[in-house]
């Protein structure tokens, strides 16, 4: 009995720590230095909230939601409509691929 329920013990802790997940990949501060909008700052606030700001945009707020573990459609309010990103996320850099042409890619550093 006493294997039994340390078994099933063992079993709910695992289950626990993978609910917790490692939280959002894309959760903080990033930037990329030398585009064509100069200066581009990603903020995404790991609960579905980002902000981009440039040179020469002022902050744009806006929503994000993470498809699948490559993709992510983010909405700024100063677009027309939500586009999707290509992303891969290292210790210290993130890579969005626009999957549309007319969308620029960035390939930033974590700040």
Do not use: H, R
């Not at 009995?1 to 917790?20: P, Q």
């Not at 677009?79 to 891969?88: I, P, R």
């Amino acid at each position: 009995m006493k294997k039994v329920l340390s078994a099933v013990l063992c079993l709910v802790i695992v289950l626990s720590l993978a609910a917790c997940g490692g939280g959002d990949a894309l959760k903080g501060t990033w930037v990329q230095e030398g585009t064509d909008y100069g200066t581009v700052t990603w903020v995404f606030d790991g609960k579905g909230g980002c902000t981009l700001e440039t040179d020469f945009l002022d902050k744009a707020e806006g929503t994000y939601t993470i498809a699948d573990d490559k993709t992510v459609n983010i909405k700024i309010d100063l677009w027309d409509e939500e586009k999707a990103y290509e992303y891969a996320v290292s210790d210290t850099g993130l890579k969005l691929t626009a999957t549309d042409e007319l969308s620029p890619s960035y390939d930033l550093t974590k700040k």
